[in-house]
């Protein structure tokens, strides 16, 4: 599996580091005055698929539809967890099947799209309600996710997250 991801994903994110005719769009939590109209735009039908794909996975995360989250996954998808641990597609499935990723709600809060022909990442931040057990989780974070595009269609390839604490419990520690 890991030379999959090596062989698969790696040229992908080291591709978008290069290619100079990369466009750019904001949520409008983020819209920037003055920036070039056509450089958000000259993409925009692929942006506004990759920004509702983005939608699609927010909301099937948030209700544990495991069929739409397996169509938004690509086969050889990659998840790293706030926490650091690693799953596989068919791992992280399983555990949104058993509950394991139960969210009560699941918002992303900010988000910058970079897309490239057929890839694109997306960076933002994110809100959750998680049930753990008996208790109730509220937590921030910050993600980063890559996307192909195969056909009409974006498949998220990789997708990793980091909590965010607040700085009252940095400033503890």
Known sequence: MKKLIVTCAAPGLVALTSWPHTSYATSALQEQPGR?????????????????????????????????????????????ESNGRVRSKTQLLLSVQRGEFKFLSYKIDEMEVRLSGIAAVTVGRFTVTRQVGLEQKQYSGRFMRVWEREGDRWRNTMHQSTEVQPLAVVAAK
């Open 36 to 80: 070039a109209v056509t450089t958000a735009t000259r993409s925009t039908d692929a942006l506004e698929a990759l920004r509702n794909a983005e939608k699609l996975r927010e909301s099937a995360m948030a209700t544990g539809d495991i069929e739409l989250l397996k169509s938004l996954f690509s086969e050889y998808y990659y998840h790293v």
